[in-house]
């Protein structure tokens, strides 16, 4: 087997949108492509349609019974694809964030008709901070949607991307006739059908060619022209370079639900995205083609069925081969673990695996140790960056409704933070404790699952916090950082790692401990160099 050739088969992506742009569908339509499903439907909706606590728990419920949607993996023309899945619901973008720390690249689905939408922007931003190559589909082109031109402006100015078109629509809505595909430089005609032989398509390499209007008609032939015409004077020439780097994004056109431009977006995407990338740790840049095995925990989920309280965490293989019942180091505990039964993710299963490759996700069944970010090797003192708390958007304390659980209580809040279902923060002044999540979905979650998991029974109460900030002292001896800690002990916390946190009661306050403590930083996210 050779190990260079397998990392250069991998394409590990993740596929953002805001919540009905198409991301169920188009993940569809890329696995009937991969013949990983043989009906459509075969995707599970994981989306909450709702935001009804019953609504997320029988999400999770099909998800514990078949975790794998969390990765479908699936060969295509000898690559092997690995998508993981990122909720596109509001609460739950910080799974989706710490799920962008394990992808090489990403494919954005904008609806035609809505535009760049808010969760589209964020995730993006985020994309861009991380320079993850990324291409565009612009999806359900059989609707009326917005002007080809006026969106292509639109995902420049509002993701703040470069984009390069490597297809246009030729029509659009009632009038969609097809695409032309610049890349391969032919046209695929469009005729509504999902089941049309998806290679039907017809050779153009001169768009001059008088075929074209014969074939689409005198007037859509002279506006394609006239519109490859502008696109060649206005965008640059695809670079893959560039898109390699992040500095170019190039944008195809489709409708995923009739299956249409969703061939020509995975041939390019099989050809241009990169394999497993190199990744930065603490300590140094590990390479992917490294022979020592790294990999870092992005994802914990918990299994639903209450009798059987064990875990999956997900490791994306950054380095080396990951073997099975080979010990490895897990940094943060400093001891080694051996996994007798790793899973591999496939579009509808998960199966016990001898040996993944750096690109590769991973599910370790868990009692109890890990936690997101947590890095394992084969010795080496490795810690992989990347993975930060965001501050959250609520704060409740959280009281213990049945003095005689409090143990379970206890473990049951430590396990879902470990989980990063949530935040824990540990108030200086009395030890309470309160919770922060990014959605108020999240606090019903957390009360369920700790009754039902752990048998434990809370209640909450508010808490009114306007951003928790970490806290980094210039120097920690000063008078300075010492005024600090003893006048504002009563908003004063620590996180789950003895992180000191700020919580600050509301923007005024926020701004005018920053005017009054200027060498006392306060920084939104928990990991700053
Ligand atoms: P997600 O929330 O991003 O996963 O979106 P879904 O894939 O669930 O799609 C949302 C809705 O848009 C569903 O009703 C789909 O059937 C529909 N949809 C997806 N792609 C297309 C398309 O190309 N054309 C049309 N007309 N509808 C589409």
Known sequence: MNFKKEIAKRRTFGIISHPDAGKTTLTEKLLLFGG?????????NNKIKKSATSDFMEIERQRGISVATSVLAFLYKDKKINILDTP????????????????????????????????????????RMRKIPMIVFINKLDREGKDAFDLLDEVEQELGLTVTPLSFPIGMG?????????????????????????????????????????????????????????????????NKQAYLEANQQPVFFGSALNNFGVRELLDCFIEIAPPPRDKMAQERLVKADEQQMTGFVFKIHANM???????????????????????YLHVRQDKKLKFSSPNAFFAEKKEIVDTSFPGDIVGLHDTGNFKIGDTLTEGETIHYKGIPSFSPEHFRYINNADPMKSKQLYKGIDQLMDEGVAQLFTLELNGRKVIGTVGALQYEVIQYRLEHEYGARCTYENFPVHKACWVEANDPNSDEFKEFKRVKQ??????????????????????????????????FTSEFS
């Open 36 to 44: 990983a499903i043989q009906e459509a439907g075969a995707v599970k």
């Open 88 to 127: 596109g619901h509001k609460d739950f973008a910080e799974d989706t964030f710490r799920t962008l720390t394990a992808v090489d690249s990403v494919i954005v689905v904008i609806d035609v008709a809505k535009g760049v939408e808010e969760q589209t922007k964020k995730l993006v931003e985020v994309c």
């Open 174 to 238: 009632y009038d969609f006739k097809g695409i032309y595909n610049i890349y391969e430089k032919n046209i695929n005609l469009f005729s509504g059908d999902s089941k049309k032989n998806i290679e039907d398509t017809i050779a153009f390499d001169d768009l001059s060619n008088p075929d074209l209007d014969k074939i689409i008609g005198d007037k859509a032939a002279a506006t394609l022209r006239e519109n490859i015409e502008l696109i060649e004077g206005v965008y640059p020439p695809f």
């Open 305 to 327: 069925d209450p009798k059987h309280r064990d875990r999956l965490a997900f490791v994306k293989v950054v380095s080396g081969t990951f073997e099975r019942n080979k010990p």
């Open 490 to 523: 009563k908003f004063l916390a620590t996180d789950k790692r003895g992180q000191l946190v700020f919580l600050a009661d509301s923007a005024f306050s926020l701004q005018m401990t920053q005017q009054k403590y200027p060498n006392v930083k306060l920084h």
